[in-house]
């Protein structure tokens, strides 16, 4: 009872981390302007937006709505236009019922809805692979590794941070940002879409091999969730795919098992029936112009290292090695299932082949951090940790054990508040991306109401980093990582539009061949100086004290 009191009151705390983030910039929003709703980085939070604002406006496949070149949808992220098409009727409802103005877009709402309840989900099914890795009769080595796969976290830059002092937050940063406490598991819903399917599938192997049956629902789920991961976040649909298979071909051999190498390959058949379809679709859409662009920055992002790991979790690598001591030590009274033992040291061998081999299969290795590898790791330094110290004194083992934890869990209450201070400091540096003016938000909603969901609105960064989560329309550019090729190009070229640069007949060439029907004409586009109202071919749609549209007229 006390252990599911912990658990329970663990992962409130675990939620209400990125939640007071949301909470303290909504209540920080000042009267004159609205909270955009954004969630960690600006630029990946407005392109997951966009997909939920196509789901809203109709579409059934994606857009890439950061380029004017006409393109065909795209089937990934369409999780996000479902979720626009199911939560909106009922959210429009509660926006009348509590007279929320109708100018405030949906998509930034259901975005951040959707995310706090997929991370509820996705503890859940990171909870059930804890249960069916670790026995029931080893509660408290199920409760340490939980609490460690929750709260462990990377090494700050600055190590002194460990120490409390008046060190500044920025030398305080965690070596890499996706995998500190307050972001790990509450990130974008794709995301934890995937994870939740390849925990689920991971549970599922666990209880064919226990069973070593071949059942036809099992067959069916297998595929299900396959295919859920695969069209969500390919990356945990190929680390499940590729861990399942060391450990259903490793248990194979050594058990010498013919039914098991049988119901082995069968059920592997299933997954690569539900993975082949999305990667052959997936390599196609690479070969797209559009998403060609994505693919190549995606790629080149590539800053982890593999010597790099050991800063990611300085206290679970080394507490994990411990493991290995425990075996040696205690040989087979470390009571860890067998088949639990060889699905860890799967997981753990595949991640190390895809890292090493990342540039041969063109994964980007941040990518690949993903698939939460702490898990195995968190589950092998409680055992490795508690069946030491239970061999050397039952009387105090319990006591060591909730020492050790909150000695391993000591760092991560600054890699916390660094990070919780980095959020509540980041806002003043793109507060015009986070808290647009009431007034251009009103525009965007004029633009939503009056234009189809295929018009491309020239704008700046600002206001093109916010009209196609918020319009939905599409843009010249606005966005570094959806449009990394040509996009300095083309920011030179709107600043010379709306600096004046061009003259008139360049100007409206230029629009045209861009396919652009409307301008953009803001504090930001303003500030450039040149009167666009002297174009004759611009007309004048919808004005109010700080942004003028203006439709261009062939």
């Not at 036809?216 to 190929?238: E, G, H, K, R």
């Not at 059920?267 to 029936?273: C, D, T």
């Not at 990582?481 to 539009?497: A, I, Q, V």
């Amino acid at each position: 009872m006390k252990s599911k009191l912990v658990i329970l009151i663990s992962a409130a705390i675990f939620l209400a981390l990125p939640t007071s983030i949301m909470i303290y910039r909504w209540s920080s929003t000042p009267t004159d302007k609205v909270f955009a709703g954004t969630f960690g980085f600006s630029d990946d939070y407005n392109v997951m937006v966009h997909a939920v604002t196509q789901g809203v406006r109709g579409r059934w496949t994606v857009l890439n709505k950061f380029s004017s070149l006409p393109h065909p949808g795209s089937f990934f992220h369409e999780e996000y236009l479902l979720l626009g098409k199911i939560i909106n009727p009922p959210l429009q409802l509660l926006f009348k019922v509590f007279k929320i103005p109708s100018y405030i877009p949906p998509g930034p709402i259901i975005f951040n809805l959707s995310r706090f309840l997929l991370a509820i989900i996705l503890l859940w099914s990171i909870w059930e692979f804890i249960k069916a890795i670790v026995p029931e009769n080893r509660p408290i080595i199920r409760l340490g590794a939980w609490l460690l796969s929750l709260f462990t976290g990377p090494l700050p830059t600055n190590i002194m941070s460990l120490l409390p002092s008046e060190i500044s937050w920025i030398t305080n940063t965690p070596y890499f940002r996706e995998m500190n406490v307050v972001y790990r598991f509450n990130t974008m819903p794709h995301i934890q879409t995937g994870l939740i399917a390849m925990f689920l599938l991971l549970v599922l192997y666990l209880k064919v091999i226990r069973k070593n049956e071949l059942r036809i629902p099992t067959y069916l789920q297998i595929f299900i969730l396959t295919s859920l991961a695969t069209w969500t976040d390919t990356v945990s649909a190929i680390t499940a795919f590729l861990a399942i298979t060391v450990f259903l071909f490793a248990w194979a051999l050594f058990h010498n098992n013919r039914d098991t190498i049988v119901l082995t390959v069968l059920y592997l058949g299933s997954m690569v029936a539900a993975i082949i379809p999305s990667l052959i679709y997936f390599f196609q859409l690479r070969t797209q112009p559009v998403w060609m662009g994505v693919a190549r920055y995606i790629q080149s992002q590539n800053p982890f290292s593999p010597a790099s790991f050991f800063f990611l979790f300085p206290v679970l690598i080394p507490s994990a090695l411990v493991f290995v001591i425990a075996i040696v030590i205690l040989k087979k009274k470390i009571i860890l299932p067998a088949d639990s033992l060889y699905l860890l040291i799967s997981w753990l061998f595949t991640f190390i082949l895809l890292i090493l081999f990342s540039d041969v299969i063109q994964i980007n290795r941040l990518r690949l951090l993903r698939p939460p590898i702490f898990i195995p790791l968190a589950v092998l330094a409680s055992y490795g940790v508690y069946s030491l110290l239970n061999y050397f004194s039952q009387t105090w083992s319990k006591a060591l054990f909730s020492v050790f934890l909150i000695l391993a869990l000591y760092p991560s209450v600054f890699s916390i508040r660094t990070a919780l201070n980095e959020e509540y400091q980041l806002l003043s540096s793109f507060s015009s991306i986070v808290y647009p003016i009431k007034t251009q938000v009103q525009a965007y909603d004029w633009l939503y109401r009056n234009t189809s969901e295929n018009t491309i609105v020239a704008a700046l960064y600002e206001a093109a980093s916010l009209l196609p989560p918020l319009s939905g329309n599409g843009t010249l550019a606005g966005n570094v990582t959806e449009d990394p090729n040509d996009y300095r190009e083309k920011s030179t070229k709107l600043t010379s539009f709306y600096g004046g640069v061009m003259n008139e007949e360049e100007s409206k060439n230029y629009l045209l061949n861009e396919r652009v029907s409307y301008i953009y004409w803001g504090p930001q586009e303003r500030s450039l100086g040149k009167n666009l109202l002297e174009y004759p071919f611009l007309k004048r749609v919808y004005a109010n004290p700080e942004v003028i549209l203006l439709q261009v007229v062939p």
